[in-house]
């Protein structure tokens, strides 16, 4: 091989272009922008995520919608239905004949008017069965008393009441929805839309404050017990292993039991008792972060254990923390709603989805739309951050990264 | 073998332990005493009842006594109800709460596993479309609802079950299916998530290409594996069965134990509540125990050393 001049003819400038086919194009993402594009593709957790997002809306401002008050009572106007069979008497003006055999004027928009009062006396309402009532000069007779002589009769009614309006019997027309209490009233006169979104401020509130409280147990009891290991690490989680086999609900009913119920105490004991699976996921974090070259270099710089544990280990367990918090929220709802049901919720009147059911199976029978809103709004609200938790577990899952 | 069960038995005896304590000091840390009403009673009243039922005694005697009581199955007289055991309670209580719980948690294995398969074995069919529907819905739904909705549609308008108590087969599936609708949702969703994930396993298309017939497959390969965690759940769902059962059973008015425990709740009767609470968490960490022993048997992966 004989030694080959090189010109410096031959040393040519490389262009730019082809040093740029080695750079990457795609913009790199940080982890937490893979992970929200990631769960926008995810169709269903969107949804969930808007659904949990007009929830919480409902909740701030759903006072709007209607012009009640959560706790102003009008007993005259207790358990109207949100959906009224009406019939007509003058151009203008409707009644609907309530269950209790009561008479109130309707307008045609589907407003509540008044409770009418009957001009007949106590005794002909006893003895006929029926109530007479005047309408703008109409003369309107309610006549109940089809179940009374169908049973003197032993058979069964084939109608409850009958109405007359100047003698002549009137059939309902159509049904309006009731444009003064949307989502009807409960036993005591009060709008249930504004009780439900009253509730929804309560029931988010326990379920939100609860999921804080066992995050800040868990978190500091897991990373206490991974960082430090050895027997400390030892001893906890033994602690944590005796907790998990205990069925805990009996732990928050005892502890709400000596605590007396009420809004913070519920918060206390749910967030209480209910941190060890969130200890479980941050110890397990921190055991392998903590072998990682960050923190040696923190530990080598003289950082404190305090602030490796809160500045450097949890920050990067978050993603597991997250999807467990996001998992922790609806089983919290749906505790409270249990404990509400076993007579441990919010005192009156303030009202939770939970008391608002449990106060609704009383008149189920008769009224069995007081229990339907506060179940839809717990089932809609539990399924949406299921399916929100879901989309979260897998978008923050890095063995599901691409 | 035996080496692990005198461990578990160890670790249960010291949860049994800490499951007493602490519910004996929690119940009293209670402000006031249990006979503190809203008239007040003359000293001299308290001074009898606290004699009567040991409550002057110092708490750690107290304490030992109470851990004695619990040994021999002796958990002292209801404060509220005069002349009323605890046990005696648990003893009336305890089998309807037993048989209803029972059949809850029989039908949520027998049903939730096979359609669990089957819709997994049909992926993205009709059925399985129906089944994800129905299981993601019924973890949604709280059981008082599930209860409430069956009692208002079937019992009321329809007027085919009776609507409280327990006589007659009728009366039985009204509870059950309210107790069993969540468990039996998840289960279903946990056991067709785990046979989908085994069925995509390497040895599951290794024992394909070897021509094992399908049905040897499913049933002696996948269904094998993927039911360990169903195993695993089998704890936890007891202890749901059984919290459910406080509503399910104040719903239909069913004399059951959880009937008590609601009860004691409202009337503040301290002896009832840590007694039916320590017989729940005994009851539920034995169960457990034996899951435990059982998953250890199916899975020969796990050692007993351990």
Sequence with gaps: MDNKKISPELWEKVETEASQTEKITRKSLTYWQDAWRRLKKNKLAMFGLAVVILIVLFAMFGQHLTDWDYSSQTLKNANLPPKMDVYPVTEDKNVFVHREYTLFLVSDKGEIIERLEPTNGTLDIMQNKRRVYEVDGNEVVLDFSFIAAARLKDEVAEKSFELKVNDELVETTESTWNMTYLLGTDDLGRDLLARVRYGATISLQIALVATLVQFFVGVFYGAISGYAGGTVDNVMMRLVDIISTIPLLLYVILLMVVLGSGLSTIMLALGLVYWVRMARIVRGEVLSLKEQEFVMAAKTLGASTWRIISRHLVPNALGPIIVSLAMMIPSAIFTEAFLSFIGLGVPAPMASWGTLANDAVKALRSYPHQLMWPSLAISMTVLSFNFFGDGLRNALDPKLRR | ?306
């Excluded at chain 2, 249960?12 to 119940?27: N, Q, Y």
């Excluded at chain 2, 669990?116 to 994800?132: E, H």
């Excluded at chain 2, 989908?196 to 390497?202: I, K, N, Q, S, T």
């Excluded at chain 2, 022993?293 to 899975?299: G, M």
């Design chain 2, 1 to 306: 073998m035996g080496n692990y069960l005198v461990k578990r038995l160890f670790s249960m005896l010291i949860t049994l332990w800490f499951v007493i304590t602490i519910t004996f000091f929690l119940m009293h840390s209670i402000p006031g005493g249990p006979f503190t009403r809203e008239k007040e009673l003359p000293p001299q009243v308290i001074e009898a009842l606290n004699e009567k039922y040991h409550l002057d005694d110092p708490l750690y005697k107290q304490y030992f006594d109470y851990l004695k009581g619990v040994v021999t199955f002796d958990l002292g007289p209801s404060f509220v109800m005069t002349g009323v055991e605890v046990t005696e309670l648990i003893r009336k209580g305890f089998p309807y709460s037993a048989r209803m719980g029972g059949l809850a948690a029989l039908i949520v294995l027998i049903l939730g596993i096979p359609i669990g398969i089957i819709s997994a074995l049909k992926q993205n069919s009709i059925i399985d479309y129906i089944v994800t529907i129905i299981a993601t819905i019924g973890v949604a739904v709280p059981g008082f609802v599930v209860a409430t909705v069956y009692i208002y549609i079937f019992s009321s308008k329809l007027s085919l079950v009776p609507s409280f108590g327990l006589d007659g087969w009728k009366s039985y599936i009204g509870p059950v299916l309210a107790l069993s609708f969540f468990s039996l949702a998840f289960v279903m969703r946990l056991m067709r998530s785990s046979m989908l994930e085994v069925l995509g396993a390497d040895y599951i298309r290794t024992a394909r290409a070897k021509g094992i017939p399908e049905p040897i497959v499913i049933f002696k390969h996948a269904l094998k594996n993927a039911i360990i965690p169903i195993i695993t759940y089998i704890g936890p769902m007891i202890a749901a069965i059984l919290t459910g059962s406080f509503v399910i059973e104040k719903i239909f008015a069913i004399p059951g134990m959880g009937k008590y425990f609601v009860e004691s709740v409202g009337n503040r009767d301290y002896t009832v509540l840590m007694g039916t609470t320590v017989f729940y968490a005994a009851l539920v960490i034995v169960a457990i125990l034996t899951v435990d022993v059982a998953y250890t048997l199916v899975d020969p992966r796990i050692k007993f050393g351990d």
